[in-house]
């Protein structure tokens, strides 16, 4: 099978699904230029209306899209860089995320929101570099986070195919990834996530672009004759609770790689998910590897400092093998 | 004077202000004999832009609403009986119970929902719009607003993105001159119309008070909207006669004067479109009398529905969260 980086991947499932639902606009800043490659030859291919260039008012089209859905068409609305939701957090919090409840079901709102540059790449500082999830989980959104190529372009299909809104976050740090990637549509359905390596001694649930890091620090700590378990919820909202507990009960023994905040963070819901369906079957206390509750701060070692690292991986990993249950 | 609106627009626009003046009154009672939760934001004062500019809409096109927001949804064609359902709670209701009067909806007839954010339906009407200027079926969307609104952020983003992008849309900004109890003139050097141009769109004040004025105002600005000329700015000056809310009668808040509230009841529209259609000889006193009769008989009706009506089951408080919901999700709050 061919490769394609990540965001090689991300234009696939835009060209495809665009090409087959002509309601289907894709909304944002600099989209036509294609500056990173994910939204490059849709203007080409799509034409002018339903590739449009936003001036930087990010409440202003959020609103527009949601506006654009109540009237029929299924918007693709682009943020450059993922922080930039906090700037429209009423149109999207209290408007899109609601409304479809709030007026009682009379409208459907099939909106996929993509995140771009998720998470640090470094050196961007405190305002480029936040996962937002957890504020868009609590908000009722559905959030799906692809670690690789093929589940980039198989969760944007189902995201865009879905009828409610769903956030699609790319981690900054993936973006360049390479993987195979099949050539038709497919659909990586919301809400089941997937064993990225089976082990039997710790689970580690990891999100994103810590996938792969969490993988790294398997392979280096197989060496040592530790089996780490790597698993990958792929959709934060819905939750493969199911999925999760199985992961858990394989070792007993659970470690959470997540690059979001600590306090109300996405490892605080999977750890108290853990703790009321797995507790029999836990032998340790879960551990939670996430970012510190600072902005990022910009100096390198600083930053190195605030964002979960495989060297505190590891220690957790083996701090709850340490640990006699 | 004369009316120079066909016969039946004029009657039905008489019909409208009134059925909108009494809805307000009997919501206000609603609420004190704690029938309807909460507070409601009457409309009372104001019916001739509602009436005025919902008159020169078809049923297809579109408007977004404000937290004042039940004139809009009566003057669009909305059936007071689904409201009043609404606003107490049941089932039967727009909303089905789930939204009640900042955020009452009827999509079939184009009323993209009344909304407890101040500035936030604007962008929404500009999404609307698009879908219609690609469709090319020649709908207009409505975005309804207060003089609040003008000093909201994404109010701006909305208006520059229907000008940018010549969107049928209709910007109408009604200046009851109070954000609550903060005076425009606080807070704006310009009138709200003024604000317009910065834009490179076309705004224009009308005086809210005077139906007529407002129909053929907003009747330019739609059938502008209609051939494709892009979007206009709207200032209706007009006046709420009672509080920013139900809860305000009980506050004595003295933001604004006995004799300026007397001053603009002297103004009312509905009287004064009332005296017009007689003097122009469309209709004798006892004919306004049978209007304002079957206004009560539908009221009437409309409030014995509501109360007759089911309230939602407990079990479907989750309902309508998503088009498609999976294990867990979404979640109760206790397992």
């Known amino acids: 099978m061919r490769a394609l980086r990540y965001l090689q991947a991300m234009n696939e499932a835009y060209q495809q699904e665009m090409a087959r639902d002509p309601a289907i606009i894709i909304v944002g800043e600099d989209i036509r230029s294609g500056i990173r490659g994910e939204t490059r030859g849709l203007l080409e291919a799509f034409g002018p209306e339903r590739v449009i260039d936003t001036p930087i008012s990010e409440a202003g089209f959020v609103g ?7 009237a029929g068409l299924r918007p693709i609305v682009q ?15 209290n408007q899109a995320a609601k409304l479809p409840l709030m007026l009682g079901g009379q409208v ?44 980039a372009k198989g969760l944007l299909v189902s995201a865009i195919r879905e009828d409610d809104p769903v956030v699609f976050l790319a981690p900054a740090l993936v973006l360049a990834q390479r993987g195979e990637v099949p050539e038709e549509a497919y659909e990586v359905p919301l809400g089941v996530g997937e064993v990225k390596r089976a082990g039997t001694d710790v689970t580690v649930v990891a999100v994103g672009h810590l996938v ?39 070792t007993g023994r659970v470690v959470i790689y997540d690059d979001s905040n600590r306090t109300c963070g996405f490892a605080a819901e999977i750890s108290a998910t853990l703790a009321e369906r797995a507790f029999a079957d836990l032998r340790a206390p879960v551990k939670r590897v996430t970012r510190a509750d600072v902005p990022l701060p910009y100096s390198a070692p600083l930053e190195k400092a605030v964002v979960p690292s495989p060297d505190q991986l590891a220690r957790a990993i083996r701090a709850v093998l340490a640990h006699s249950g | 004077m004369a009316v120079g609106l066909p016969r039946t627009l004029a009657e039905g626009l008489y019909r409208r202000m009134r059925l909108i003046r009494r809805f307000e009154e009997e919501v206000a009672a609603l609420v004190d004999a704690n029938e309807i939760a909460g507070v409601c934001h009457e409309y009372v004062g104001q019916e001739a832009v509602a009436a005025g500019v919902c008159a020169a809409l078809r049923v297809d096109d579109v408007i977004t609403s404000t937290h004042r927001g039940h004139g809009h949804v009566i003057a669009k064609g909305g059936e007071v009986r689904y409201m009043l359902a609404e606003l107490l709670g049941r089932v039967t209701g727009y909303n089905r119970g789930r939204g009640g009067s900042m955020h009452i909806a009827d999509i079939s007839l184009g009323i993209f929902g009344a909304n407890g954010i101040v500035g936030a339906g604007a962008p929404m009407a500009c999404g609307a719009a698009y879908r219609f200027k690609l469709a090319g079926d020649r709908r207009v969307a409505v975005s309804f607003f207060g003089d609040g609104a003008v000093n909201q952020g994404v109010l701006h983003e ?9 969107l049928p849309v209709v910007f109408v900004c009604e200046n009851n001159l109070y954000a609550i109890t903060t005076a425009l003139r606080a807070v704006s050097k310009l009138e709200p119309h003024q604000r317009a141009a910065a834009y490179g769109m076309p705004g224009l004040a009308v005086d809210g008070m005077d139906v007529e004025a407002v129909y053929l105002a907003a009747a330019a600005a739609v059938e502008r909207a209609r051939q494709g000329g892009g979007p ?16 305000e009668r009980f506050m004595k808040l003295s933001y604004r004067s006995e004799d300026e509230i007397a001053a603009w009841r002297q103004r009312d529209a509905i009287e004064t479109w009332g005296r017009r259609l007689i003097e122009a000889g469309l209709w004798n006193g006892e004919d306004l009398a049978a209007a304002d009769q079957a206004v009560e008989q539908e009221i009437a009706q409309a409030i014995a529905f509501a109360r007759a009506s089911p309230w939602p089951e407990s079990a479907s408080a989750l309902d309508y969260m998503y088009s498609r919901t999976y294990a867990g999700t979404p979640a109760w709050g206790a397992e």
């Not at chain 2, 909305?158 to 010549?166: K, Q, R, Y």
Request: a neutral charge.
């Open chain 1, 64 to 70: 527009f899209a949601t506006g654009a859905a109540m």
């Open chain 1, 79 to 93: 943020f450059q860089v993922a922080s930039l939701v906090y700037v429209a957090f009423d149109q999207l919090v």
């Open chain 1, 108 to 151: 459907r709102l099939p909106i996929t929101y993509t995140l771009m540059v998720a998470g640090s790449r470094g050196g961007l500082a405190g305002q480029h570099s936040d996962n937002p999830y957890p504020y868009l989980l609590h908000a009722g959104f559905k959030v799906v986070c692809p670690s690789t190529p093929r589940e």
């Open chain 1, 212 to 250: 792969g890091e969490a993988l790294a620090v398997a392979d280096e700590l197989a060496r040592e004759g530790i089996s780490v378990h790597v698993w990958d919820p792929r959709t934060l909202l819905p939750l493969d609770r199911d999925g999760l507990c199985a992961a858990a009960r394989r």
């Open chain 2, 158 to 166: 909305a208006l520059n993105l229907a000008a940018i992008w010549d």
């Open chain 2, 232 to 247: 206009t700015f709207v200032e209706c000056k007009t006046y709420r006669y009672v509080g920013h809310y139900t809860a």
